[in-house]
């Protein structure tokens, strides 16, 4: 899939790799409309092509009483309005059948998380609704069997698929990025690595999934290194007190270096192709 094709992407022409970034979760709009002001702010600078992320609702949750949304037409109507607000496109992961359709609505891509990309009703309401469906490499999954889960979307009438690898389980409470995978899967459809998931340590005694954020520009930079066409990294103003997954998220006050950072990087790989 040509990255072209998502509605209000920007700076195509950079040759740059593209970003998905933004919270976890959509915790309120101040929240939402600082951090996408900060990060378009950047984007733009560096010329890189920008799409914010915001989950609207969390489901999955190793504790029943995790914070899991501020309410799905609240949230979705932010995600809205920072579309509209800083003329970039939106993405969402969606858990239900019925999410497909609502959240089509408000955002520009579609996105089935890691744990859901087996089921094949999700994924193929994503593809039927036509938006852009970005699918999450299963952390149980090889790099090999992405495939098939792209030609769900792709035999549902929509070629607009995009895969993001968000490592390997690695025992109980680790994960790893085989990064081997990159151009195996970059076969199929654009990939994408999800920097900050793959440093998650989930599966704590404390039901509170850790992280280890300090290695996110090591990562980061091996996927550049490795021809990935774009990042995943969530990003958050205050990571110690956000309401979901914010022992790995970076901060955003760092942000800004190590997109710099990774640029030099793209443009060095750039001239080696």
Avoid: W
């Amino acid at each position: 899939m040509n990255i072209a094709s998502i509605p209000k992407i920007k700076h195509i022409e950079s040759g740059n790799f593209f970003l998905l970034a933004g919270p976890c979760a959509i915790e309120g709009e101040e929240m939402a409309m600082r951090i996408a002001e900060r990060v378009v702010a950047i984007t733009d600078s560096l010329k890189i092509p920008y799409i914010f992320k915001g989950s609207f609702k969390k489901a999955n949750r190793s504790r029943v009483d995790s914070f899991t949304g501020i309410g799905d037409e609240k949230a979705l109507e932010i995600l809205r309005k920072v579309g509209e607000q800083f003329d970039v496109p939106t993405v969402t992961d969606i858990h239900e059948v019925s999410d497909a359709a609502k959240a089509a609505n408000y955002v520009d891509v579609l996105q089935i998380p890691a744990f859901l990309v087996r089921q094949t009703d999700l994924v193929v309401a994503a593809a039927k609704t036509g938006k852009v469906v970005n699918l999450k490499k299963g952390q149980f999954m090889s790099a090999e069997s992405m495939q098939h889960a792209v030609k769900k979307v792709t035999d549902s009438g929509n070629d607009k698929v995009m895969i993001t690898d968000r490592g390997t389980m690695f025992g109980y409470q680790d994960m790893i990025v085989d990064f081997r995978g990159i151009p195996t899967m970059r076969q199929y459809a654009t990939t994408i690595l999800d920097v900050t998931h793959s440093l998650q340590q989930p599966n704590q005694t404390s039901g509170v999934t850790g992280g280890r954020p300090e290695m996110i520009e090591t990562i980061a930079r091996a996927g550049i290194a490795s021809g990935v066409d774009g990042l995943f990294i969530e990003t958050h103003f205050d990571p110690a007190n956000a309401k979901s997954d914010g022992a790995n998220m970076l901060h955003l006050d760092y942000l800004e270096h190590v997109l710099s950072n990774l640029t030099a990087i793209r443009k060095v790989v750039n001239t080696l192709q």
